[in-house]
């Protein structure tokens, strides 16, 4: 008996502790595919690279590595490395070391690395980004704004940057890059950049953005990225290989006695070399994380260092 009355008194208060257990905050923010809660968020990846403060509504970032989208789910073909719906009015992202975030799925209507619906996205930090998508590096349905921190943007299909609302460049070191059209583009909006920043783009600001742009800005194109791709003599031939890199990158080319040249993001040869053998390689480990042209005579083909 007396064992029966205890099992009762546990099961009791087994029943009570489910009633009273608190229930799970979910946020509208989606990293790599992890969905922020309150459990997971001081830690949200569990490798201490993101984590979010809900009272400020910022998203800190850390040496995170995001090398795919995620679907956004309800039979949505969209996929992004981070994503915002709705309940969050502007989300703060503060970078601190070195971040990438490159979205190429294969198959997706979109391809995204920064999905933000219906909210105002600030980026601030010392840290840097590189972020790379098939089609928008950065996407937001109302502003984009940049206050600190050093970014390379790349939006392979659409746009770099694109925001419904305004686009607002207020500090840092940024370098856009579209393959297809501007680098920047505010629909409904203007591009205000602070006069005392230089912006490295790949692609000329079309006629259509050029009235959009507020202040007196520097702008550096960088021509090279404008023909990325594009096979124009006996270069089309040329292998690069592995793409994405982290050591040693091998170039098979039949471009003998033509001239191979490495540029960064803002123009800057790095290294060249005359080609005398259809095979070389070329170290990359002393490179940061980011994105590269190896130009092969006229061709430029695009490298990523991981």
Known sequence: ????????????????????????????????GVQVTEDNAT??????????????????????????????????????????????????????????????????????????????????????????ARDYGVYATKS?????????????????IYAIDNINLNGGYIACYSSSGAAMEAYNGSITINPSLTIYEGDAVPGAQVSQ???????????????TGIDEDAASNTLVYPNPVSHLMTVKTDAIGGTAKLFDITGRCLYSYVVTEETDVIDMSAYNTGLYFLQVNKRIIKIIKK
């Open 144 to 160: 984009v704004t940049i206050n600190g921190g050093s970014y390379s943007i790349y939006g392979d299909m659409k746009r770099s």
């Open 1 to 32: 008996m007396k064992n029966f009355t205890k099992l009762i008194l546990l099961a009791f208060f087994g029943l009570g502790m489910a009633f009273t257990a608190k229930a799970q905050t979910y946020y509208d923010l989606w990293v790599a």
């Open 213 to 227: 742009l507020s202040g007196n800005p520097t702008m550096k194109y960088v021509n090279i990225a404008n023909t």
């Open 43 to 132: 830690d949200i990846l569990g490798n201490g690279t993101a984590s979010f403060n809900p009272s400020t509504n910022t998203l800190n970032l850390n040496g995170i590595n995001i090398t795919q989208g995620y679907n956004a789910g309800a039979g949505s073909n969209d996929y992004a490395g981070i994503r915002s719906n709705m309940q969050i009015s502007t989300l703060n992202i503060n970078l601190q070391g070195e971040n990438h975030i490159s979205v190429y799925n294969a198959g997706a209507d979109f391809a995204e690395a920064f999905d933000i619906y219906s909210a105002d996205i600030v980026f601030s930090g010392s840290g840097s980004a590189f972020i790379a």
